[in-house]
């Protein structure tokens, strides 16, 4: 059987050499170009490669001489960014707006301006009604562009077509909104502002169930879907609250006609803009205290929860992040680029903070691999970003200059150069390195790119710095969750230094709380990140328990992230707040990280660790690795399926044996090993619900699901 697969092997190995031959000499081909490249940057310079470097730093400096940069002041002292309240909680607080020391937070930055509907209608005014929405039909075609007049105007018909459609003008009706980012999902949101009611974006990572399953805690009559697929998806199991679809493409006669079979209407987007605009319905708009979007999570525990942001709390989240930009804020001749899903809220956010000042947003195609194609045609200012998108970049880059000596040779001095400009406050994109290297990284996204928002998930420090090199923009980074808007901290323009996510923001205060059972505190500078302030969140809908739990009893949200101040007042998250209980001797337990040893294991291919505070030992649920245990049972002439391996007690204690044997090797304390384990046969999976789709286990489903056979193992071991 051995030898079978060997075969297999040697026959799969020829095929990739093949395949990597074939690769080959299709790279020789693509290779040429490049070279043709290389021959316009030695054109360029005027000289030939050998005296290169010298040739490239005269140039560069006398070029600088012309081109005469100006640094930047920083805003606040770069060595003290944010303020110290005195007392023993060491909360710190923004440099931004001086109020935050007395524990009062930005709101707004108008006074005329305090919801999402207020802030369009400036964005308006500010603009004297410019180009609002754009999109483009198809990779080859222009931008073309709703103004701010025509969108507000399409905007309450189609708000006004939904309380026709019987939706109550009020902050307790919930419309579903499940689409790529369109200039019909702003309509949208903004014809539901214009009557009261809450946006609850849908997206495809939640999955079909977690669709239906917010569908129906919301309530939702009414989802505005894209097309004929999505529109099929919910279709697949919809909740009986929903009794209609809206439509922004056409679908197909068969999708028609089963909604009608469970009862659901399909009307398309104009006929409700039509059916608004005859009605005419008077405008009922919010308070600044209204929800105005609940955006469901999916995490690691159980069904999504639904956060519910009031409109004052994204005002004022939005405000503190142009606050803090200084002289590099946003403004009505700003263009950006949406292409970062909508039913999240950094997008929202950054799109809010230009509709407020009355710029533009245009969307991308629908397709991420050809972004660059719609940056080309919209030529951006401003873009959020996320680090899968400039990792994406940096690796390009790096594997474009990995096959020439020049080209590596030209890149790190562009790079030490501009790393140098930024040291001093110096943002620029028309130094000679940027002609001469970084010019196609730079037209790749427009060429006009003045100011990058990033955020979502951790930068590595390497892709910040050649970001920052590269772009010639203002890259700021920051962190933040849902639960608050989404911005906690942000850096500030002048800190070129990466690794951390700057001061805390002007809409909130932040203080790190001691995790005694990881060994953090407060004191040291280290902890829990807890959030004050008037972008924290209404709460979980309908989840008062996960509410108090998150909110504590004293309003601070508990992040679940560990933060750590650094001596200059900016904040670096350094781990994550883990799963942890006691045994009932008083000895914490960390299950992941027992997991994470166990895995090891050969034998292993998933494990669930489990304890519980009235046993004094813990137990796991080990899934085998199919291929390893049957060729183990053949060489040892056990014969069945994995099932029937699966209850072989041999087979038990050869992985459990295997286990524990790195755990000690790991250093695990006896406490902290497995005292049984049940062996199962089917994979945790995201189809049966004990997987996330992030691929992370999901703790108490694992537990309910494993109940008996958990119990069983106690039971045997008392
Ligand atoms: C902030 O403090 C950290 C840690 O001491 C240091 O590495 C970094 O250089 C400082 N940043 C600035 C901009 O001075």
């Known amino acids: 059987m051995q030898k079978k697969k060997r075969q297999i092997n040697n026959q799969q190995l020829q095929q990739q050499q093949q395949q990597q031959q074939n690769a080959k000499s299709k790279n020789k081909k693509y290779q040429r170009p490049r070279r043709r490249d290389m021959d316009q940057y030695l054109h360029y310079i005027g000289g030939p490669a050998g005296a290169l470097a010298l040739t490239g730093v005269a140039a560069a400096s006398a070029y600088y001489l012309v081109s005469r940069p100006t640094p930047e002041k920083p805003l606040v002292p770069l060595d003290d960014q944010s303020h110290l309240v005195p007392g023993p909680e060491l909360v710190r607080t923004s440099k931004f707006y001086k109020e935050a020391k007395e524990g009062k937070f930005v709101r707004h930055l108008f006074s005329d301006t305090k919801t999402l509907y207020d802030s369009f209608r400036r964005g308006a005014k500010e603009s004297n009604n410019g180009p609002c929405l754009g ?165 690691t525990t159980g069904n999504p929860k639904g956060v519910m942001l009031s409109h004052e709390n994204v005002v004022a989240a939005v405000a503190s992040v142009i606050l803090q930009l200084g002289d590099h804020k946003i403004t009505s001749s700003d263009v950006m ?74 890149y790190n001095m562009a790079m030490s150069s501009k790393e140098n400009e930024i040291r001093r406050g110096i943002i620029r994109r028309n130094s000679l390195w940027d002609k001469l290297v970084f010019r196609k990284v730079q037209e790749g996204m427009g060429g006009r790119l003045r100011l990058m928002i990033v955020g979502s998930a951790p930068l590595a420090a390497n892709v910040l710095t050649f970001t920052r090199c590269a772009l010639g923009c203002l890259v700021v980074e920051g962190y933040g969750q849902t639960e608050c808007v989404a911005p906690v901290t942000l850096t500030v323009q002048g800190d070129y230094i990466p690794e951390h996510v700057g001061p805390p923001v002007a809409c909130c205060s932040v203080k790190l709380v001691d995790v005694p059972e990881m060994e953090y505190f407060a004191v040291a500078n280290q902890g829990e990140v807890c959030v004050k302030g008037t972008n924290v969140f209404q709460g979980y809908f309908m989840e008062p328990d996960k509410t108090k739990e998150t909110l504590g009893k004293d309003g601070w949200l508990h992040t679940g992230d560990i933060g750590m101040w650094l001596p200059n007042g900016t904040l670096k998250i350094v781990d994550r707040k883990k799963h942890i209980f006691k045994l009932s001797q008083g000895e914490y337990i960390v299950p992941e990280k027992i997991e994470n040893i166990y895995i090891r294991s050969q034998y292993v291919q998933q494990v669930f660790v489990h304890g519980e505070s009235l046993k004094s030992c813990i137990v796991a649920v080990i899934v085998p690795d199919v291929e390893v245990i049957k060729q183990w049972a053949t060489e040892n002439h056990i014969a069945g399926t994995l099932s029937v391996l699966c209850a072989h007690p041999e087979v038990k204690r050869l992985i459990m044996d295997d286990m524990i044997l790195w755990g000690k090797e790991a250093g695990l304390k006896s406490f902290e090993q497995v005292k049984d384990i049940y062996l199962h046969p089917d994979p945790f999976s995201v189809q049966n619900g004990l997987l996330t789709p992030t691929m992370k286990s999901k703790r108490p489903q694992l537990k309910k699901y494993f109940k008996p056979q958990i119990e069983d193992m106690y039971a045997k071991l008392i």
């Open 135 to 299: 999109w483009r039909d198809g990779h080859t075609k222009p931008y073309q562009w709703l103004h701010y007049n025509e969108a507000l105007l399409r905007a309450k018909n189609f708000g006004s077509g939904l309380v026709a459609l019987g939706l109550e003008a009020n902050p307790h009706t919930f419309v579903g909104i499940y689409s790529q980012n369109c200039p019909e999902w702003v309509l949208t949101e903004q014809g539901a502002y214009c009557y009261s009611m809450v946006i609850v974006p849908l997206y495809d990572t939640l999955g079909p169930d977690a669709c239906s399953y917010i569908i129906k805690q919301a309530n939702i009559n009414i989802v505005v879907c894209e097309d004929d697929s999505k529109c099929n998806l919910l279709l697949d199991r919809p909740p009986k609250c929903l009794t209609r679809l809206i439509t922004m493409k056409e679908v197909r006669p068969a999708t028609n006609q089963r909604a009608k079979n469970r009862g659901i209407e399909i009307l398309k987007f104009e006929e409700v803009e039509r059916l608004g605009a005859a009605q005419d319905n008077k405008e009922v708009p919010p308070k600044a205290s209204d929800v105005c979007t609940i955006c469901y999570t999916s995490g």
């Open 337 to 410: 680029i949406s292409f970062l899903p909508l039913a999240h809220m950094l997008e929202r956010c950054c799109e809010i903070g230009i509709y407020t000042v009355g710029g533009s947003v245009g969307f991308f195609s629908g397709d991420v691999k050809r972004l660059s194609d719609d940056m080309k045609a919209l030529k951006p200012t401003v873009t959020p970003a996320v680090p899968r998108l400039l990792n994406r970049i940096f690796d390009k880059v790096q594997s474009d200059i990995s096959n020439s000596f020049i080209k590596r040779t030209l």
